[in-house]
């Protein structure tokens, strides 16, 4: 009965109220119930039927623009217990052909979520899809509108929905909503993010077990409480070295040490694949030009300088390495971001946003601190200081995830290997770490593998020259549904890339090589094989 009362006549078409295929038991969309969620309390739940309305691209997040959608929109916002938070869950269930799964989508930077264009893709492609706010201002670029609070102290509550909780109550509140609109349980439970969605990713594999069938992690922002405060050495640098070299100068020195290892895998395509066994010597690069559209500028041997540290990374007054440099051939763009211009006059160092409102707002608890100020030794002081104030609530990489592997999780966590803001050496120690905890890798690996994408930057954001994995989620679908192992990601370059190839990327430790014959931009002539020291 309940059948035939819920279509409406709107205009002239026929639009259903629930799912076109409606089972026993399943809800009107405007019935939907509060679900239950421990340790909060609903606040308030509201749903609307929203009918081919559109969702306009916005770069990077969603690449083109998403029509007629057809959803039923549910808004759960919940409290937690003692606290005094406000947490969105937005739900988008499609109204025709449901394909029985349920994704979580995570967010990026300062956002735990970002809404409508995080939901209108696997909406589109017929999933029960969420988002959460985590109860956060929404703002991927700054937290300051959440950081503190009125008493000027760290909101631990509202950093723990950031860090992990809302994760949770995302699945919770998703699962359930579906199941009540659809009148069955979601068959498949899925997590997709990249960079803090990656992390979030990893959150659920440790803390929330039994959430998620299959996760798939881009680059993940994890042991954040120790990179995201390296992120400032490449600032440090320069101001001790006391020369900010122009953008393009260091792009000029990047451009170099990319020629100079590109050919090591005998394929010549602007790519360096192991670009741990990259030994480029900056200094070699002095005296040339560096060429940026119309501009040339000189590199220096101060420039040189800078790079070298940079690719070093920073050190303990000891001289032990406290954190890995940015990769050889990843842009050093977004780091070491200079105000300086290409004909050389004076400018000064702008620190990444997300390393500099960290370190304002949560480790020194004071909006003005003045991140430009610091030098090594203060960086090395500041690094050991957030740890330990935070690593326990934002690390977000507890190695052990044996219930995940019982409870029958697939993770599947791919990186690009010139990522130039969250290192690939991040991904490759925690998957040590896990493999150590958990018995090596013959123990790890039917649940959790690594990809490491050559040439690619954050997340395959682009503009980026290498071959961006085209389709993870539907490898970590198929491993999860039908059992099928990834061994290999498909990836392609950008539409925008100079050159254009195809490219297998192999599961960590293994790498694509070239087999000797056939069109190289063709990913199958490319076999994986075991990595060589100088390859
Ligand atoms: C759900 O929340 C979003 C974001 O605040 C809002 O734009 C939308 O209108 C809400 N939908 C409903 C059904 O309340
Ligand atoms: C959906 O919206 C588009 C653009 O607003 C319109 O051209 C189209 O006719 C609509 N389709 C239906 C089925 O209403
Ligand atoms: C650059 O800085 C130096 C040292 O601070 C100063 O002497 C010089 O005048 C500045 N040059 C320009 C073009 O601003
Ligand atoms: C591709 O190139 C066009 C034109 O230069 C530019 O507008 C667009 O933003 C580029 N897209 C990407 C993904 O880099």
Known sequence: MRYFLSFLILGNSLLPTHASTPTHGAKLCSEIPAPHVLGATIASIDSAIRTNFSVQSSPPTLAQDIVNLNVCEVNVTLTHTGSSDHVLVQTWLPLKSWNKRFVAIGGGAWAAGLGAIDLALPASQGYAVSSTNAGLSGNPLSPDLWALKEDGTVNFELLENFASRSIHDMAVVGQAVAASFYGRPVKTSLWNGCSTGGRQGLVAAQKYPEDFDGILAGAPAIYWTEYVVAELWPQVVMKEEGYYPSNCELDGIVQAAIRACDNKDKVKDGIITSPFNCKFDPFTAVGTMAQCGEEQVEITSQGAAIVRKIWDGPKTPSGERLWPGIPIGASFAALAYTTTEANGVNGTGVPFFLADAWVRYFVKENPEFDTTSLDSAQLVELFYESKSKFGSIMDSADPDLSKFKKAGGKL??????????????????????????????????????????????????GPTPGAVPTAPFNALLSWVENGVVPEILEAETLPNSTAHFTRKICRYPLVAKYRGRGDRAAAKNYVCVKPKEDC
């Open 412 to 461: 599947l966590v791919w990186h690009g290997l010139a990522d130039q803001l969250i290192y690939p050496q991040d991904s490759i120690r925690y998957l040590q770490e896990v493999e150590q905890i958990m018995g090596g890798e013959v123990a790890t690996k039917d649940f959790f593998r690594l990809f490491l994408a050559p040439g690619v930057d954050h997340c395959g954001f």
